[in-house]
């Protein structure tokens, strides 16, 4: 349905030095980027949840974090 196929963070294009890490649940990373693109597609991974930790690398704004549902 081409809905859905990518991690998309809307604006990650404003802040150009972002680093995203998304683990497993047992905290393996399955994924990391310096400088992400909204490119992550999943396509690497089981159907699960996952958790991602996003930095900005501005020191005003905090990391962000959260779970990802994978669904094949």
């Known amino acids: 349905d081409s809905y859905n ?4 963070i809307r604006n990650i294009g404003l802040y150009k030095n972002s680093r ?10 399955v994924f990391e ?7 992550w597609d999943a396509n690497a991974v089981s159907s699960g949840i ?3 930790l996003l930095s900005l690398n501005r020191n005003e704004l905090p990391s962000l974090k959260g ?3 994978i669904i094949k």
């Not at 196929?5 to 998309?8: C, D, G, Q, R, S």
């Not at 998304?22 to 393996?28: C, E, I, K, S, T």
């Not at 980027?33 to 490119?39: I, K, P, R, S, V």
């Open 67 to 69: 779970p990802l549902s």
């Open 33 to 39: 980027a310096d400088g992400y693109q909204n490119d």
């Open 20 to 29: 995203l890490i998304v683990l497993d649940r047992w905290g393996m990373p």
């Open 5 to 8: 196929h990518y991690f998309e």
């Open 50 to 52: 996952y958790y991602y």
